[in-house]
DNA sequence: GTCTATAGACTGATAGAC
DNA sequence: GTCTATCAGTCTATAGAC
């Protein structure tokens, strides 16, 4: 967006700097209050320099778009993860890693209830975030069928383990950000051991019903 | 909170008419920005006045508990549905009086996740209605088992598997707000069915994990 | 590159006319 | 009971000193 050469050195080396601290404050801020209850002056606060520095870099939409191009660039964390079932055994380290990046997560969960609403700035990118999400997962899974991992499911029921599968990791997710007394990574990775050992038995075909990917 | 009679007769009866026009717009203004994103003027005009009327009878804090417990009555809903797994064949109604009431649910889901900081004004509340609610279906299942619907399950167990169906029901409606096309009686309604038969047929202590119940 | 000062619009809330 | 008028405070954003 900004057309500061990102080699980070002479001039632009303290700049580059500021702007990073700029959008993490704004991460964990956007993630406490969301993006309308949001002030320039907390999230100056937070970074540790005044309203007036912070707008010497970003608008307040700006800083949404990076915010959200920075966070999204970190989900591709367990990309590299599969493939095949290798994929879902590995959704435990991401767990860990959410409880080790707790701002991250705050602003993914809270700007995908707060932008449920069509008007909201970050709908598109979240509606379009979900849905590449949810068809990475299901890809995964067609992969270890493909790959013999897993007995043949049809198309609907693929799609159905998917989203029940993201269902649990948000609202786990949800849970633990209420309360951090909750076992993220353990109700998780017990869901996960189950759902493979499920998908392994092939019993998850008994009551198929006419389903089609909606995302 | 206010003094005014609830007979809803002579002078009266505009003020509580207004009142509930104004709690309704509210809900929906609260559910659509978050509490830090909405404003007074917007309240106002969802609800036909302007924000002066809003502001003879709540303060903006004021309006968040009166939206609040007004939303936690209406949770009662499927209370009366139990005993037992009657409770768990009613979820499916549920999902459909939360069609039906949008934004009950998306207040709901944004509190839930806005609230996760400790410092928001419904953290304590989300919080304990968080804790309420697991109790609750905890309670249900524990009858089930007590009424011989279902053979034993320890402790640790029950607890496991509420909270993943809590997290099934806020993930999916997370997913159905984001996007109507989803089904979110369905996919819910088929993971209760699976549930039910899985706790029936006992199989669900092939492996059992130390845990407590941390809400 | 960051600051102070400030513009102009909007915030929640109050007072008083009708 | 609802309005207009208005308060002091805060919001995003800009201008210019250093």
């Known amino acids: 967006m900004t057309t500061i050469n990102t080699g980070a050195r002479g001039p632009y080396k303290t700049g580059r700097k500021r702007q990073r601290e700029i959008i993490d404050a704004a991460i964990t801020v956007f993630g406490n209050r969301g993006y309308g209850g949001s002030t320039i002056k907390e999230i100056a606060g937070a970074a540790g320099v005044t309203p007036a520095a912070v707008l010497r870099y970003f608008s307040k939409e700006q800083l949404l778009t990076e915010v959200l191009r920075d966070w999204d660039q970190h989900q591709g964390f367990v990309d590299g993860a599969g493939p095949g079932l290798a994929f879902f055994r590995a959704l435990r380290e991401l767990m860990e890693y959410h409880i080790a990046h707790r701002d991250h997560l ?110």
Chains 1, 2 share one sequence.
């Open 106 to 215: 705050e602003l993914y969960l809270t700007f995908a209830t707060e932008a449920s609403d069509a008007q909201h700035p970050a709908h598109d990118f979240m509606y379009m975030r979900y849905r590449r999400s949810l068809t990475k997962m299901r890809r995964r899974l067609t992969e270890a069928i493909d790959l013999g991992e897993v007995p043949f499911m049809d198309e609907a029921t693929v799609a159905y383990e998917i989203e029940c599968l993201h269902a649990i990791l948000d609202g786990v997710e949800m849970q633990w950000l209420l309360n951090p007394d909750v076992d993220l990574v353990g109700v998780v990775g017990q869901y996960v051991d189950r759902a493979i050992s499920r998908w392994s038995a092939g019993t998850t075909l008994q009551e198929p019903i006419p389903r089609i990917p909606v995302w």
